[in-house]
């Protein structure tokens, strides 16, 4: 899927912030009429969105449309912070809305021009880090569990603690994500995964560091390669990429703990420095029509947030759990929420296991 590192700035990520700011943007791009055509600029999560998909938009509104990418939330943030003006479009993840609500970086949208966020699915409405949907759009959701290999592992898991078996050593994946991480271990031991008791969050560094020998690798980009090689058994990860490896490893299976496990959703944003925000607004409205939500479900193997959506898609994707996740799941599923400076509890806790 993608690297989710909600973790404090590295001097990269500033750095690269810095030096990386749009030229142009706003600007008109030159049609076949010789007429300047408007140009929205989009920005998401690399590899998120069909070149078929921009293509027939342009077409449809006679625009241009230009894709810029991140690969983290604090990316897409510090970019912005650095004073990055000229995008329209963002993909921010659940928490990151919350902090960017705060900050003022988010235009209020219009839901009389985008009459297709009508269309969400129930328990994508009113939704804890933007409970009136004033500023975002969920756009694709999902949960975090475990794939695994059912030819190594014949009984399927139902617990986080598969995880720690020492059986499995040296064949298991982790996401390289400390909330994620500190998530799915929290909920382990019975707490929530948004937990700032500094007792609580050192009893869960504990038991990574058990863990931490058993572990492959710390990855949030090719857990799906290692299932489907067979270099891994187990891996801790977004369903949707889980599914990808199922298309290569038909044995892979995916299971959503019975302690609970995170609820993610990646939503559509207009930024309010955007230089186009009616052309934004509709975009995001033909983003998520039904036939076209579909198709990026079909592409990505993540669910849409489009309720019509989930009856046009294919049975394989539509019946997969790793990608539309059984609804009687909900109950145990837990939004990753802006833990405010409590972040720097986990800050100091992953550093502490990274480096053991």
């Given at each position: 899927?993608?690297t989710?590192?909600?973790s404090m700035?590295?001097?990269g990520?500033?750095?690269?912030?810095?030096?990386?700011g749009?030229?142009?943007c706003g600007?008109g791009?030159?049609?076949?009429?010789?007429?300047a055509?408007?140009?929205l600029?989009?920005?998401t999560w690399?590899d998120?969105v069909?070149p078929?998909?921009?293509?027939?938009f342009?077409?449809r509104?006679q625009?241009k449309?230009?894709?810029?990418?991140?690969?983290?939330?604090?990316?897409?943030?510090?970019k912005l912070?650095s004073g990055?003006?000229?995008y329209?479009?963002?993909?921010?993840?659940?928490?990151?809305?919350?902090?960017?609500?705060?900050?003022g970086?988010?235009q209020?949208?219009e839901a009389?021009?985008m009459?297709?966020i009508s269309?969400?699915?129930?328990?994508?409405?009113?939704?804890?880090?933007?409970?009136?949907?004033?500023f975002?759009?969920p756009?694709?959701?999902g949960?975090?569990?475990?794939?695994y290999d059912?030819?190594?592992?014949?009984?399927a898991p139902d617990?986080?603690?598969?995880?720690?078996e020492?059986r499995y050593?040296?064949r298991?994946?982790?996401?390289?994500?400390?909330?994620?991480?500190f998530?799915a271990?929290?909920r382990?031991?019975?707490?929530s995964?948004?937990s700032t008791d500094?007792l609580?969050?050192?009893?869960?560094?504990?038991?990574?560091?058990k863990?931490?020998?058993?572990?492959?690798?710390?990855?949030?980009?090719?857990?799906?390669?290692?299932?489907?090689s067979g270099?891994v058994v187990?891996a801790h990860?977004?369903?949707?990429q889980v599914?990808?490896?199922?298309?290569e490893r038909p044995?892979?299976r995916?299971v959503?703990?019975?302690e609970?496990a995170?609820?993610w959703?990646?939503?559509?944003?207009?930024?309010?420095s955007?230089?186009?925000?009616?052309l934004?607004?509709?975009f995001?409205?033909?983003?998520?029509?039904?036939?076209?939500?579909a198709?990026?479900?079909e592409?990505l193997?993540?669910?849409s947030?489009?309720?019509?959506?989930r009856?046009?898609?294919?049975p394989?994707i539509r019946d997969?759990p790793a990608?539309?996740?059984?609804?009687d799941?909900?109950a145990r599923?837990?939004?990753?929420?802006?833990?405010?400076?409590?972040i720097r509890?986990?800050d100091?806790a992953?550093?502490?296991l990274k480096?053991?």
């Amino acid at each position: 899927m993608k690297t989710w590192f909600r973790s404090m700035f590295l001097t990269g990520v500033w750095l690269l912030a810095l030096v990386g700011g749009l030229s142009g943007c706003g600007q008109g791009t030159e049609g076949e009429s010789g007429e300047a055509r408007p140009v929205l600029h989009y920005f998401t999560w690399s590899d998120y969105v069909g070149p078929e998909i921009i293509a027939e938009f342009e077409r449809r509104e006679q625009v241009k449309v230009v894709i810029d990418t991140f690969s983290s939330n604090e990316e897409l943030l510090a970019k912005l912070q650095s004073g990055a003006t000229g995008y329209d479009v963002a993909v921010p993840s659940d928490f990151m809305v919350a902090m960017m609500i705060q900050q003022g970086l988010l235009q209020e949208l219009e839901a009389q021009v985008m009459p297709n966020i009508s269309l969400l699915e129930p328990h994508l409405q009113a939704l804890p880090f933007d409970p009136e949907g004033r500023f975002s759009v969920p756009y694709l959701w999902g949960t975090v569990g475990i794939g695994y290999d059912s030819d190594s592992i014949s009984t399927a898991p139902d617990s986080w603690s598969i995880l720690w078996e020492a059986r499995y050593q040296g064949r298991i994946s982790m996401l390289n994500d400390q909330r994620e991480v500190f998530g799915a271990v929290l909920r382990s031991m019975g707490q929530s995964m948004n937990s700032t008791d500094p007792l609580v969050i050192e009893a869960a560094k504990e038991r990574l560091l058990k863990q931490k020998p058993l572990v492959k690798t710390y990855t949030s980009d090719h857990y799906d390669q290692l299932l489907a090689s067979g270099e891994v058994v187990l891996a801790h990860g977004w369903g949707g990429q889980v599914a990808r490896a199922m298309v290569e490893r038909p044995s892979i299976r995916y299971v959503v703990p019975k302690e609970g496990a995170t609820l993610w959703a990646d939503c559509l944003v207009v930024l309010k420095s955007a230089p186009q925000k009616a052309l934004a607004m509709r975009f995001i409205n033909y983003l998520m029509e039904p036939g076209v939500a579909a198709r990026t479900s079909e592409r990505l193997r993540f669910a849409s947030a489009s309720r019509p959506a989930r009856e046009l898609v294919s049975p394989a994707i539509r019946d997969n759990p790793a990608i539309y996740p059984p609804l009687d799941q909900l109950a145990r599923l837990e939004w990753m929420r802006d833990v405010g400076k409590g972040i720097r509890l986990y800050d100091r806790a992953w550093t502490e296991l990274k480096m053991q």
